[in-house]
């Protein structure tokens, strides 16, 4: 037994390597993506619209596109293992229909209730900013549909064990955005948001080629409302309640970003992207490798292999994240002076963002090791549990950033999200030892 619990951690460790390489790459372009941005368009209210723009069409493939990827593994799993190839191309090919369905309209609603939301998620805005993210809305809002779809397909490569090219995927669009930004610098801040949905359509055909060239059809057909599809919508549903109330909280974070300086959503914006490297590192790459294997072991019912598993990378986690959250702290002006100080970007903004990676550096180790409990209990389908729990985080990060932003301004903010994740994970770690002790 313990020969066997080795050779699969090594095999997920193996895949967990790969991945993590892959994303060195992708982030390390994502950091040269975002000092172009930085060179062109520092933090001022250009920037400003276009990441409160941005956040509608992200956070609705964050909540809907997620959740269904999510419940959709274990079952595609399951029925693979209980009734073959076949079978599980047919839900495939119905949870496409689902997909497109859902994401086109959510499109539509996105832009027909735009005079609804937009004006308190930015509030602070005056109405020319207001008109122009209005207009970025409208460019990204395709996004919704394509990277939607995308993140879709991807999963099943990952369950096919495809998952190199799923993770280099993003570097599409980080090439578009860059090229855009240097051969059309007229357009400016349209230039953005223009290439993200250029990026996005990319990444859609890239995907969907690779599916083609592995056997799997792309065919668009409704093979009627089985009980796995059903299955996928019943805890779709509560997985993008989840969701939901994960996302609104960076949401609620950004619209009171929006209420205080001016640059204030900039700078978060550009402190999350230096900290989502090492986050996108090691989370991504353990929770990619993690998912498809407690689904099997799930389905096995092997509750031991998942303790020794579960144990296993979590050490790995916090072994690697601690020291790598000391030397981001110790390091955190120069590393946002090396990335970011030049063209419009100053002395002034270096200040500001380096103290907000202070802060954000702080949940590192309980982002990474939050992940892997998470992808445990959605391999469980504990749904009510991530739902109870993302609720919690939702209400406790609205809070905190309200108080300590009202003390701190935008540094509140940060540090609100390091504490809200922080008690997230004992929250998670409580309720898994219980469903694994239930469990067997």
Known sequence: MDSLSGSINRHIFKVAVVIAAVTVLVKVAALGKEMVIA?????????????VAQNIPFLLISVAGTSFQTAFIPTYVQVQKREGSQAAQQLFSSSIVCVFCLFAFLIILTLLAEPLYLPYLAQGFSPEKLTLTNRLLWLVAPTVLLA?????????????NVFALVAAIPLATIIVTILSLLMVPDLGIYALAGSITLGATT????????????GVSLQFKWYGKTPYLK??????????????FASGSGLVNVAIAASLAAGSVASLGFANKLIAMPIGLMATAL????????????????????QHTLKRFLQLSLGVTIPVTMIILLFAEQLTRLVFQRGAFDKGDVNVVSVLLFYLALQLPFYVASTLISRLLEAFQANRILLLVTFSDFMMSALLAWVLSSRMQIAGVALAITLTRCCSFFLLFFFTYRVIKKAQ
Do not use: C, Y
């Open 148 to 160: 939607g779809m995308s993140n879709f397909w991807g999963t099943v490569l990952n369950v096919g």
């Open 203 to 214: 990444e859609l055909l890239i995907i969907g080629t690779a599916l083609r060239r592995k």
């Open 39 to 51: 060179w062109r368009f520092g933090i001022g209210d250009e920037l400003d619209t276009f990441n």
């Open 231 to 244: 299955q996928i919508a019943r805890l779709s549903f509560s997985l993008m309640l989840s969701n939901l």
């Open 287 to 306: 929770g990619t490798a993690l998912m498809p294997h407690f689904s099997r072991m799930t389905a096995e019912e092997d509750w031991t292999q998942i």
